[in-house]
């Protein structure tokens, strides 16, 4: 590795623009069968379909709830009946990034010391039918989670959906455990940092070595690294880890890259997923990283600095009135460079 410091060793709104996103997304996405399963044969008649994703940390502030809310709005655009479980007890945030958090009366916690059923608690999304949210407990004691009764939870839903998505608080507390504990499969999201690799790498350890799989010894856990905030300008100065970087210090397939994007700060105070912002880069990264976990082969995207100047204007994500104008410039400037060559 060649970087400096590696060797350093609401009012929340649903637009109806951002829903209509969503419904075209919905309409362009493939509604192909995962895996190897055969065709005619529907997800809910194969138990082995059902998987538990659990989407992780070692370090706060990462983009974790952000990941959990695409990732799950991108698996139930294409078809898949998914539902996102917010495990951060006490601080749930997961509902506002999906525009919910007026819907909730009854929680997790509710489900599971038996004060309502699974689909008392659970909440429809109105963009996706095969989109379902159980939101965190603000009130109750991380304490209340128990692995008999997240265990049979779990098991309840996975007749009932395609894919269970745990979005686990940062760290080892027991939210993060008891996520973990369960999965299939994990996205372990980080930042190109050295501290947020750090933190990163101890969690690949815990779930190789805590989870139910490995303590029955079962096909461990398949782990995967989507790396979030990346600035290829910065990379390049050697302001930030680059990927190769990343990939050395943790050793993980990469699934995915989101660059840093101010639309994200928008998308959670709309209460949309950023995946339903097809216009923008973030949301299109989102999308690629979806379809890459189920098996689609995807080139990565958004790697390389921009260009700078005219060509910017030309080549950037912009209005198409923006574009317009580079191409009026372009055509002027090029009439008086022939105009010139001619006299």
Known sequence: MTIGLVRA????IWTGAGARACQALEHRAPRKPWGLQPAGVSMRSVASDSRV??????????????????????????????????????????????GAERRVIFDFVHVLQGDCTLKQAMIKDKRNP???LLAASQTK???ALTVDAVGKMLAEMRREFDFIICDSPAGIESGARHAMYFADDAIIVTNPELSSCRDSDKMIGFISSRSKRAELGQ?????????TRYDPERAQKEECLRLEDIKELLGL????VIP??????????????????PDQ?????????????????????FLSPRPTGILSMLFSRGTERARSAAYLILYVLSSFYVRDQTY
């Open 253 to 256: 397939e990469l699934l995915g």
């Open 9 to 12: 060793s609401r009012s929340i």
């Open 260 to 277: 840093e994007s101010k639309c994200i700060l928008t998308a959670t105070n709309l209460g949309q997923p950023v995946i339903c912002m």
């Open 130 to 132: 095969n989109l379902f």
């Open 281 to 301: 880069d973030a949301g299109q990264a989102y999308m690629d990283t979806v379809e890459r976990f189920l098996g689609e082969e995807k080139e990565f995207r």
């Open 53 to 98: 994703l659990c989407i992780t940390s070692g370090k706060g502030g990462v983009g974790k709830t952000t990941t959990a809310a695409s990732i799950g709005m991108g698996l139930a655009l294409k078809g898949k009946k998914t539902c996102v479980i917010d495990f951060d007890i006490g601080l749930r945030n997961l509902d506002i990034h999906l």
């Open 219 to 227: 096909e461990p856990v398949r782990q995967s690294l989507l790396v």
């Open 141 to 143: 004691d991380k304490n």
